[in-house]
Nanobody, 117 residues
Framework: VQLQASGGGLVQAGGSLRLSCVAP???????????MGWYRQAPGNQRELVAV???????EYADSVKGRFTISRNNSRKTVSLQMNSLKSDDTAVYYC?????????WGQGTQVTVSS
């Protein structure tokens, strides 16, 4: 089971990027049961939660991204997206998509986001 993330790249501070992630076909039929989220890991740092959108549709954000990032999901297309605005150099990291249902958690391969100051 692997999620496919895309949309990373190099952007100047203050710019925007949109990350997208497609669920694997193995969970298509039960996608609506999964909480979907984005984590990130910068060099030398631990992986941290950025945002999550639960099966119910409720959302949670790390304090550092509130007001700048927006997570959304499309249950028909089995995708989750992260719109990132007003990017800062501190947002530079590898971003990972994740799908969680109960004790089961799956990860994508990561996509690099680099913000130049």
């Amino acid at each position: 089971v692997q999620l496919q993330a895309s949309g990373g790249g190099l952007v100047q501070a203050g710019g925007s990027l949109r990350l997208s992630c497609v669920a694997p076909r193995t969970i298509f039929s039960v996608f609506i049961q999964y909480d979907m989220g984005w984590y990130r890991q910068a060099p030398g740092n631990q992986r941290e939660l950025v945002a999550v959108i639960k099966a119910s549709g409720s959302t949670e954000y790390a304090d550092s991204v509130k007001g700048r990032f927006t997570i959304s999901r499309n249950n028909s297309r089995k995708t989750v997206s992260l719109q990132m605005n007003s990017l800062k150099s501190d947002d530079t990291a590898v971003y990972y998509c994740t799908a969680k249902r109960g004790q089961e958690q799956e990860w994508g391969q990561g996509t690099q986001v680099t913000v130049s100051s």
